[in-house]
C-alpha cells in the first residue's frame, strides 16, 4: 500500500528571519504612459471614464434590442481588449488578476458582460472565478454528478452554466480565467450527508470541525478519507470539462481555531481522530515496537515509561520503535536513561503526528491538481504567509505546509496584514520569497480597494506601488476581491430575487 513520503517540519525551516521594509504611505504610484485615443488608457491600465461610460451605453442599448448598438459594443470590446494587452504587456505588472464570485443573478442576460467588462475597464488581464464555494459548485443543477448542490438552483434554470459562460465571457475580453475552489473546506452541506460523517475531520477533544470554526458555514474533511478524496476529485473533473485557463487552490489547510486553541501544542489539537487518517497513521509504524506506541500515544496523548517498558517486554526480539523518518544510532538505547528514552521518543512522535497531519494536505494537493495537468491546464496554491509557522513549541493550529508546495504550482500568498501602511504587507511577501525554491512563481494577493483605504489596508494603489519597489522581480498581482471594487452592485446581485 502507497504511504506517502513524510515532510518533517522544523523550527529552522518555518522560522526564518523576516526583513521589514518599511514604506511611506504617500508613496508616488508608478507612471504609465496614457493614449490620447477614445479608448484612453490611464495609470495601472484603467480605462477612462469616458471610454467606460461609451461601452455602458452601448451594452444597455443592445440588451434592449439595438443591433446597432449591438455591433459598435461588440466592436468596442475587441478594441478594449487590445488595448488592454497592449498595455499590460508594457507596463508592471503583466499580470494583474481579480477574485470574482458569481451568484444566481448573474444568469440573467448581460450580467456577466456588464462584469467582465468592469474588470477590463479596470485594468485587469485575470479573473479568478469562483467555482466551488460554501459547499455549493458553479455547475449547471440538470447536469452536476457531484454531491454538492448547485449554486442556480431555481426552478427552469437547471442548464444554466455559469462557470461555462464566465469562462466564456472573459476570454472574449482576452482575460484569462482561473478556476477557484475551496479545498479541504466542504461546506455544510457536505457534513449534512449521512454516508460522510467519517470523512469530516476530527480532534482528540470529540469535536469536528464544525463546531470549532466561528463560520458554521465551513466543514473541513480529512484527507486521508478515501470517499472526500474521490467526490473532490470527481468535481474537479467536472470543472476542467469547462476549460478554464487554470486551477486554484484555496482552505488548503485545516481550521483555524480562536484563542489558546489556535496553536497545536499537543496531539488531541490535532485533526487526528478520524479513520482514515488514523489507519494511516498507524501504517507508518516500521516495526511492532513502533506501532504500539503511536497507537498508545494517539490514544492518551502521550507516552509513558511504563509503556516503553511493557513494549519492550511485548517485542523483545527488535531493538529501537521505528517509524517513518525514524532512524536512531544503534548504540543509542544502551546510553539512555529510562526517561531520557521516554523524553525522546514523546518528542518524536509528536513531530510524527505534525508531519502525518501536513503531508495529508500535501498529498490532497497532489490528487487535486492532477485533471488540470492532465489537461495541461497551470494550478496554483492559496496560503496565508503565516499559516506554517511553529510557535514555541506548538504550530499553527492551521498546519498549512505551504513551504512545502512544490515548485511546479504558482503561489498566491494571501498578503493580507493590516497595519495602516504597506510595511507589514511586505513583511509577509518577503516571508514567502525567502522560503521558495528558485523558479517558483510567486504571485502575491492584495486586499484593498482603489483610491480608498479599506479594513486597515491602504489603497491598492499604495500597496502596487511599495510592492514594485520592494520586489520588482515579481510580476504578477491579484487584488481580493471585485465585490470590494463595486460593493454596491455586489449586493444587488448577492440579494436579488432570480425569476
Known amino acids: 500500500m502507497y504511504k506517502s513520503p513524510l515532510n518533517f517540519p522544523t523550527a529552522k525551516s518555518l522560522r526564518r528571519s523576516l ?80 477574485w470574482l464570485r458569481l451568484y444566481p443573478c448573474d444568469s440573467q442576460p448581460g ?23 460554501d459547499g455549493q459548485v458553479l455547475l449547471p443543477a440538470g447536469n452536476n454528478p457531484t454531491v454538492w448542490p448547485a449554486v442556480v438552483r431555481t426552478p427552469g434554470k437547471e442548464k444554466v452554466d455559469l462557470l461555462a459562460e464566465g469562462i466564456k465571457k472573459g476570454q472574449e475580453r482576452g482575460l484569462k480565467v482561473y478556476a477557484w475552489m475551496f479545498t479541504m473546506n466542504f461546506g455544510y452541506t457536505y457534513g ?75 496531539v488531541g489539537d490535532l485533526w487526528l481522530f478520524t479513520p482514515a487518517i488514523q489507519e494511516a497513521f498507524l501504517r507508518r509504524a516500521k516495526n511492532n515496537k513502533g506501532l504500539e506506541l503511536i497507537r498508545r ?107 512545502k508546495f512544490p515548485n511546479s504550482l504558482e503561489w498566491h500568498p494571501m498578503s493580507y496584514a493590516t497595519c495602516g501602511n504597506a510595511s507589514c504587507i511586505m513583511e509577509q511577501v518577503q516571508r514567502v520569497l525567502s522560503m521558495a525554491q528558485p523558479g517558483t512563481q510567486v504571485i502575491p494577493a492584495l486586499a484593498g480597494k482603489w483610491g480608498e483605504p479599506i479594513t486597515g489596508r491602504p489603497p491598492l494603489e499604495q500597496q502596487m506601488a511599495a510592492l514594485r519597489q520592494f520586489s520588482p522581480q515579481i510580476n504578477a498581482v491579484s487584488h481580493f476581491a471585485y465585490s470590494w471594487q463595486h460593493p454596491e452592485l455586489d449586493g444587488q446581485r448577492k440579494f436579488c430575487k432570480l425569476q
Open 19 to 98: 526583513f521589514a521594509v518599511l514604506f511611506s504611505s504617500n508613496m508616488l504610484m508608478p507612471n504609465f504612459s496614457t493614449q490620447p485615443a477614445a479608448a484612453q488608457v490611464m495609470e495601472f491600465c484603467q480605462l477612462s471614464p469616458k471610454a467606460v461610460k461609451e461601452k455602458e451605453t452601448l451594452r444597455l442599448s443592445a440588451l434592449k434590442g439595438n443591433k446597432n448598438a449591438q455591433s459598435r459594443y461588440q466592436k468596442l470590446v475587441k478594441e478594449h481588449t487590445q488595448k488592454l494587452q497592449d498595455c499590460r504587456r508594457r507596463n508592471w505588472p503583466q499580470t494583474q488578476a481579480i
Open 111 to 133: 450580467a456577466i458582460d456588464q462584469i467582465m467588462d468592469h474588470i477590463v475597464n479596470s485594468g485587469y488581464n485575470q479573473v479568478y472565478l469562483e467555482a466551488f464555494y
Open 192 to 266: 449534512q450527508i449521512p454516508s460522510r460523517k467519517d470523512a469530516i475531520a476530527r480532534n482528540g477533544k470529540g469535536q469536528n470541525s464544525i463546531e470549532v470554526v466561528d463560520n458554521r458555514s465551513q466543514v473541513f474533511v480529512d484527507p486521508y478519507n478515501q470517499q472526500a478524496k474521490n467526490d473532490y476529485y470527481q468535481m474537479v473533473q467536472e470543472i476542467m470539462r469547462r476549460r478554464p485557463d487554470g486551477l486554484l487552490l484555496d482552505y488548503v489547510r485545516y481550521p483555524r481555531q480562536a484563542g489558546s486553541n489556535s496553536i497545536a501544542t499537543k
Open 297 to 403: 500515544f494517539l490514544n492518551k496523548g502521550y507516552v509513558t515509561v511504563g509503556d516503553i517498558g511493557e513494549v519492550d517486554k511485548l517485542y523483545p526480539q527488535e531493538d529501537q520503535p521505528l517509524w517513518e523518518g525514524r532512524n536512531p544510532p544503534v548504540a543509542q538505547k544502551s546510553l539512555l536513561t529510562p526517561n531520557q528514552k521516554q523524553t525522546i521518543l514523546q518528542s518524536d512522535l509528536w513531530l510524527l503526528a505534525v508531519a502525518h497531519a501536513m503531508q495529508g494536505i500535501l498529498d490532497f494537493v497532489n490528487l487535486a491538481i492532477y485533471p488540470a495537468t492532465q489537461n495541461n491546464i497551470p494550478a496554483g496554491v492559496v496560503f496565508f504567509p503565516d499559516g506554517n509557522q511553529t510557535v514555541g513549541k506548538g504550530y499553527d493550529s492551521r498546519l498549512q505546509p505551504w513551504d
